[in-house]
């Protein structure tokens, strides 16, 4: 069975259907075919984008799926290193909409040092491009930091490999060599693939050392000096055309690059990769001349693939070039890390979308998972069987004393800035137990502030705050008896949401208030506002005596 369809059949397993893969977990399949291959180690697994955008949740396919299968490796005993390719080597093709400082404040090009930098630039590589905002050597350079911060943030061990360094250190001048003095062979594989492969194609592109811009036009090779002649000629870039200066220079092999069909079997050969993971676009494209170009070309096993489905943000395609993304920084604001590892142990062939309106079904599915590993729950064989694999690595430590919050009740207890009160609330709700040690409680409290940003950021039912101070509400004798018996109730030791919501109906009707009219006051003394969620298991969640308080107007 092929790694796509092992990830297929984990996708059926999920599903509870037919067909059900021998391992429950996808990165155990892959590992499978990884050792199938007896590799040397440290078994090397890798991503790799090619960094001209600000880098967002996409982008982290490529670490997070070779984390887990590297975990699976080392479960096993392996030594993995897992490597990370920065493209910084390519050419600046456009100007993105929007850029990330290093502390992940998605700007506008324009409000950057320098905006001019990257229209200046257009077709010089990324390395050799300003830094817009100043701060490191070039804007690929920029851009490679974020991408190493990106992996930090989610505490995936990763090595991050320049390019542009692989280049200049001459560790790609072996392979460049190899397919100079293979390219009769080389352009008759690519030209399988590609229609503008023609008798003049030569696998390398200069950078011109005049104007600085990368040319694809080599007028001549000397194998013996180890240089091309070249003419500055223009490129294509999508719907536009950067023009060259038409210089006539010579290069050496460390100065220019590969054409991506040749460089990223290139990048499996000289770093010596046994797994890459990549998604679909590149199963459609680059994968298939990849494979063919190390078999034929170079002389090598390709590294066993799988291919991902891309996922989108709140129903749209990400696009750093659009401005359509979602930084690492601004999930892990709304999430824990492990929630957001735990959404990349879901089989990577199905086709997913990341709408950060719908959250709290995401963090409640990772509770599940969890509670489902430490047998508090109980779920299918598949489930518990994929818990048992995957919750280990979506953690820093497996902790039975845990304790997590509900996180649209974390969302509640985020219209208060009083933590006290927070803890208060919590514990009154039975989801901090009296024995739950305090590490276990300091990390559950850790949620409301997330969820607090995840009602800001989509302004939702749970996007209000408490009223510390008591509103100048005023009332009528009828709504007053309708607070004080409900006030009684509660006092009385009521305290279950559905029964408190129960309770304002009767007691409204009780008293001859309007049910909607007494609901509006309700939510002005709490909130000081017209609406907000639901109001009985509101206040259910707050602490007995400030509700009873607060219903008879006193505080």
Known sequence: MSVDDDALAADDAERGEPGAAHRAFWADAVADEIEARDPEEPIVIKGGVSPSGVPHIGHLNEVMRGYFVAEALRDRGREVRQVFTSDD????????????????????????ENPGALGRNLGKPLTNVPDPFGCCDSFGDHQTRLLGKMAEAMDVPIEVVSNTDLYERGEFEGVTRELLEKRDLAREVLSTYQEKVDEEYVPFNPICADCGKITEAVTGVDLDAGTVDYVCADIEAGNRTIEGCGHEGTATLREGKL????????????????????????A???????EHVARTVLDFEPPV??????????????SSSK???????????????????????????????FDVRTLDQLVDEFDRFEAIYFDEVGGTDQERAIAERAYPMTVDAVRPERVRLPYTFAAVLGMTDDEDLREAMARRAGHVPDDAPDRAVEDALARVEKARTWAERTDNEYNYRLAEDLPPVEVDEATAAALDALAAEIEGGLDDGEDVQSAIYETARAEGVEVGDLFATGYRLFLDEEQGPRLGPFLASLEREFVVGRLRRES
Not at 89 to 112: H, I, K, N, Y
Not at 305 to 318: I, K, S
């Open 89 to 112: 080597r390519d050419p600046l093709r456009g100007v993105p909409r929007t850029l990330a400082t290093l502390d992940w404040e998605v700007v506008s090009l324009g409000e950057t």
């Open 259 to 282: 054409p991506w069909r040749f460089e990223w079997p290139a990048q499996w050969k000289v770093l010596g990769v046994d797994f890459e993971p990549f998604g679909k676009d590149h």
């Open 284 to 290: 459609e494209g680059s994968w298939p001349s990849g």
């Open 305 to 318: 693939p799988m291919v991902y489905e891309w996922f989108t943000y709140n129903g749209d395609a990400l």
């Open 323 to 353: 401005g359509t993304v979602i930084t690492v920084d601004e999930v892990l604001s709304m999430l824990e890390v492990e929630v957001f590892r735990y959404f990349f142990t879901k089989p990577p062939k199905r086709a997913r979308d």
